[in-house]
């Protein structure tokens, strides 16, 4: 069987190499610590806690050290991880303690007050502060001990993360990601990126985000090579970072290059070392590539899912100004269709949905068999997203089929937050779109049909959704109308409401 104990592996080959490092502390880890760790975090969650394979461990808590540890322990457990976000509220959290049910929460202290009176976080077994955690590992450490653990067997199979994307119904749902999705995913991560041992990178995503975990970090793991962890992404220190600890490869949205492009320290920045950087998220702009090719660092873009790696297709960066705008071809280990709406292949530069099979997809959403009935499809993942390919075999994104708009890297799913707003008593109708923002990249504009006889302000619906929504997904913009826009089929025409949002704002 092909061992998914991937610290094991590393703390026999090269126990004294750093494996992770903590910016803002300094408290770092090596392959053979990182092993010795995860064994101790086993033996205390089966045997104390008296979790199994199977079980759920929540974490509500920004990057450190204990994440790293507690997926050493899941590859050796078979418990599953359950990265929750911090940046939600305490009615979206609950929504996701109710749905995965976990054995166990980890909460940061700063965090506490967003679960500690929610009934199904009390009713949790076991309960831990993130900093009796990080405890455990500094006496673990200090003690020099050397636990061993009797590997529970998991298999590719097994489930290692749920990772929760923002609806396109009202809710959540949660992407089960498999040992064979992350094992399959740093794979293609080598071969396209030439990923080793040697490399060098710093992660700045939120542990909430399947690019925190796998984008650079469990590839890194995989491939024993050095990630530094930095709890929040800060354009001055990163340009500091990439020089001063000789990092290789870094990966970022267009948003956060942007950035650092526009810092003033960008021009004097020592950027020798980077072999190039990995953008995703959003097409990068022409002008932004080039300011990175003139300090000599080439620009790699491409895209993914939660659901699918994510590191699904890669453009090479010697492609990056002459095919702007494409995600680059698919990586190894995919089949990759563009599909009308009958499910027939599209010809080049037709337009076409994305669907993709391989051993990176998702078996499926966690308790929804009808989500995932809905987008896996005789074995064949179907993205959402409308793509055309050229003659050459790039891809280009060109429309969400499910209206998803992405501001400032978080997606935003209209749907959750029109279910909000519906609930408003003053609100009869609500429609949001995405539109173009300067900082964000894109942000909400949401055209709302007051009822008769009320009246509604900008300021009253933001502070209706204050408490109850993440501060991304609340709208920028409102248009107020006395009807929304349909087509002929009845349903909300959404082109009416582009043309809207390119009128003059209400707000």
């Given at each position: 069987?092909?061992?998914?104990?991937?610290s094991?592996?590393?703390?026999?080959?090269?126990?004294?190499?750093v494996?992770?490092?903590?910016?803002e502390?300094?408290?770092?880890?090596?392959?053979?610590?990182?092993?010795?760790?995860?064994?101790?975090?086993?033996?205390?969650?089966?045997?104390?806690?008296g979790?199994k394979?199977?079980?759920?461990?929540?974490?509500?808590?920004?990057?450190?050290?204990e994440?790293?540890?507690l997926?050493?322990?899941?590859?050796?457990t078979?418990?599953?991880?359950?990265?929750?976000?911090?940046?939600?509220?305490?009615?979206?959290?609950?929504?996701?303690?109710?749905?995965?049910?976990?054995?166990?929460?980890?909460?940061?202290?700063?965090?506490?007050?967003?679960?500690?009176?929610?009934?199904?976080?009390?009713?949790?077994a076991?309960?831990?502060?993130?900093?009796?955690?990080?405890?455990?590992?500094?006496?673990?450490?200090?003690?020099?001990?050397?636990?061993?653990?009797?590997?529970?067997?998991t298999?590719?199979?097994?489930t290692?993360?749920?990772?929760?994307?923002?609806?396109?119904?009202a809710?959540?749902?949660?992407?089960?990601?498999?040992?064979?999705?992350?094992?399959?995913?740093?794979i293609?991560?080598?071969?396209?990126?030439d990923?080793?041992?040697?490399?060098?990178s710093?992660?700045t995503?939120p542990?909430?985000?399947?690019?925190?975990?796998?984008?650079?970090?469990t590839?890194f793991?995989?491939?024993?090579?050095?990630t530094?962890?930095?709890?929040?992404?800060?354009?001055?220190?990163?340009l500091d970072v990439?020089?001063?600890?000789e990092?290789?490869?870094?990966?970022?949205?267009?948003?956060?290059?942007?950035?650092?492009?526009?810092?003033?320290?960008?021009?004097?920045s020592?950027?020798?070392?980077?072999?190039?950087?990995?953008?995703?998220?959003?097409?990068?702009?022409?002008p932004?590539?080039?300011?990175?090719?003139?300090?000599?660092?080439?620009?790699?873009?491409?895209?993914?899912?939660?659901?699918?790696?994510?590191?699904?297709?890669?453009?090479?960066?010697?492609?990056?100004?002459?095919?702007?705008?494409?995600?680059?071809?698919p990586?190894?280990y995919y089949?990759?269709?563009?599909?009308?709406?009958?499910?027939?292949?599209?010809a080049?530069?037709?337009?076409?949905?994305?669907?993709?099979k391989?051993?990176?997809?998702?078996?499926?959403?966690?308790?929804?068999?009808?989500?995932?009935?809905?987008?896996?499809?005789?074995?064949?993942?179907?993205?959402?997203?409308?793509?055309?390919?050229?003659?050459e075999?790039?891809?280009?994104?060109?429309?969400?089929?499910?209206?998803?708009?992405?501001?400032?890297?978080?997606n935003v799913?209209p749907?959750?937050?029109?279910?909000?707003l519906r609930?408003?008593?003053a609100?009869d109708?609500?429609?949001?779109i995405?539109?173009?923002?300067?900082k964000?990249?894109?942000?909400g504009?949401?055209?709302?049909?007051?009822?008769?006889?009320?009246s509604?302000?900008?300021?009253?619906?933001?502070?209706?959704?204050a408490?109850?929504?993440a501060?991304?997904?609340i709208?920028?913009?409102?248009?107020?109308?006395?009807?929304?826009?349909?087509?002929?089929?009845?349903?909300?025409?959404?082109?009416?409401?582009?043309?809207?949002?390119?009128?003059?704002n209400?707000?």
């Amino acid at each position: 069987m092909i061992t998914n104990d991937w610290s094991l592996k590393w703390a026999e080959f090269n126990p004294e190499k750093v494996a992770v490092e903590e910016y803002e502390t300094g408290r770092s880890l090596t392959y053979g610590q990182l092993n010795r760790l995860g064994n101790s975090f086993a033996r205390y969650f089966t045997e104390e806690a008296g979790l199994k394979k199977g079980s759920r461990i929540a974490i509500l808590a920004e990057n450190c050290l204990e994440y790293i540890i507690l997926l050493s322990m899941a590859q050796k457990t078979g418990i599953i991880l359950v990265p929750l976000n911090y940046r939600l509220t305490s009615r979206e959290i609950d929504y996701l303690l109710t749905d995965s049910a976990p054995q166990a929460v980890i909460v940061e202290d700063k965090f506490l007050k967003k679960v500690e009176a929610l009934p199904v976080f009390q009713h949790v077994a076991h309960k831990m502060n993130l900093e009796q955690l990080q405890g455990k590992t500094r006496d673990f450490l200090a003690s020099n001990q050397a636990f061993n653990y009797e590997f529970a067997g998991t298999t590719h199979d097994d489930t290692a993360l749920i990772i929760y994307t923002s609806g396109t119904t009202a809710f959540p749902k949660g992407s089960v990601y498999t040992h064979r999705m992350m094992f399959w995913n740093s794979i293609n991560t080598q071969l396209r990126l030439d990923v080793t041992s040697a490399d060098r990178s710093v992660n700045t995503a939120p542990p909430f985000h399947t690019g925190s975990w796998n984008v650079l970090l469990t590839p890194f793991l995989h491939h024993g090579a050095y990630t530094l962890i930095m709890k929040n992404f800060d354009p001055d220190k990163v340009l500091d970072v990439l020089a001063d600890y000789e990092l290789t490869v870094f990966w970022a949205v267009p948003t956060m290059l942007k950035m650092m492009a526009d810092a003033p320290n960008f021009e004097k920045s020592n950027f020798e070392k980077i072999r190039y950087v990995v953008v995703g998220g959003e097409a990068m702009p022409i002008p932004l590539i080039e300011k990175w090719h003139s300090k000599k660092v080439p620009v790699r873009q491409g895209y993914g899912l939660t659901e699918v790696g994510p590191n699904v297709t890669s453009l090479n960066h010697q492609d990056a100004i002459r095919k702007a705008g494409s995600i680059g071809k698919p990586n190894f280990y995919y089949e990759a269709k563009l599909v009308d709406e009958h499910g027939s292949q599209v010809a080049d530069n037709e337009l076409g949905e994305l669907i993709l099979k391989g051993p990176t997809v998702t078996p499926g959403y966690w308790n929804n068999t009808e989500a995932t009935q809905e987008t896996i499809i005789d074995g064949w993942f179907h993205t959402g997203d409308i793509m055309r390919r050229d003659e050459e075999g790039f891809l280009f994104v060109v429309d969400r089929i499910k209206n998803m708009y992405i501001s400032g890297a978080e997606n935003v799913y209209p749907a959750e937050v029109e279910y909000l707003l519906r609930s408003h008593e003053a609100i009869d109708a609500v429609a949001i779109i995405g539109v173009p923002d300067e900082k964000w990249g894109e942000t909400g504009m949401a055209f709302i049909v007051p009822k008769p006889g009320h009246s509604l302000s900008v300021e009253e619906i933001t502070s209706f959704c204050a408490g109850k929504l993440a501060k991304f997904k609340i709208p920028k913009h409102f248009k107020f109308l006395d009807e929304l826009p349909k087509n002929d089929a009845g349903k909300i025409d959404r082109k009416q409401l582009i043309l809207h949002s390119m009128q003059k704002n209400n707000h």
